[in-house]
């Protein structure tokens, strides 16, 4: 299948998808979030994937959402890129498949969210976590809806507050990864970790995963959308400031 924004590549039973877009940091535009989206769906209906592996290049996994300069979007586009958002999200969840995050370099703002929405990630040693967007005069919205059941009051806090970034070793010890690798080898040691589904039984993988989104998925969801909401007043809201909109 012929993409846009992403790469795929069937090694025998798992499916490896890359973002694809250097020029802009691996940046999610809402055709991204679709083409992973589509893929991951994709995934889950076929019988021959055990597992979904997803990386993006060696400086960044990913610098979260490309909305373009958002002071000049409407509310209707803003919503767009928001559904975008959760639908690739619940995507990841809802996937019957096990999806593995590999990850070097960076993995901004909603980067950092697709991580932690994965199943399981690895990092490389020099990888990166953060969820900056208050440095740029935001706050984090739809970006930060798993982090926060993942992470403790206090470093979540500082996450949002100060852009504060996690090492590779710290997101291990917080949980947001499994495992840290040498630099260069993130992608290899999530593959090796995804070929171990293939001695497992699918449908039981498959009823685990639907169980434990189900457990959380209410939640989640909520978070999302008031993300989503929160985004489209505070963008609105920095426009008008600026006298852009």
């Not at 940091?25 to 994937?49: H, P, T, V, Y």
């Not at 490309?66 to 928001?82: A, H, N, Q, T, V």
Request: a negative charge.
């Amino acid at each position: 299948m012929e993409y846009k924004t992403i790469t795929v590549e069937y090694r025998k039973s798992l499916h490896l998808i890359r973002i694809n877009r250097p020029e802009t940091a691996n940046r999610l535009s809402i055709i991204c979030m679709e083409e992973l989206e589509q893929e991951l769906k994709r995934a889950s209906k076929m019988d021959s994937c055990r597992a979904v592996v997803l990386y993006g290049d060696d400086e960044w996994f990913c610098a979260g959402g490309d909305l373009g300069d958002y002071r000049k979007k409407s509310i209707s586009e803003i919503k767009e890129f928001g559904s975008a958002f959760i639908n690739l999200h619940l995507a990841v969840q809802k996937c019957t498949r096990p999806v593995i995050a590999a990850v070097e370099g960076k993995a901004y703002g909603g980067g950092c969210s697709l991580v932690e929405a994965c199943d399981l990630a690895v990092a490389a040693e020099g990888a990166e976590f953060a969820v900056p967007e208050i440095l740029d005069g935001l706050a984090p919205a739809m970006g930060f809806s798993g982090l926060f059941t993942n992470l403790r009051k206090k470093e979540a806090m500082a996450m949002a507050l100060f852009g504060e970034k996690l090492t590779a070793g710290r997101a291990k010890e917080l949980g947001l990864v499994n495992m840290v690798a040498s630099e260069g080898e993130a992608l290899p040691r999530a593959i090796k970790m995804a070929e171990r589904f293939c001695d497992l039984d699918a449908v039981s993988v498959s009823f685990f995963k639907e169980m434990y989104a189900d457990m959380g998925q209410r939640g989640y969801e909520n978070r999302l959308r008031t993300g989503q909401a929160m985004m489209v007043s505070l963008f609105k809201a920095k426009g008008e400031e600026d006298g852009t909109v």
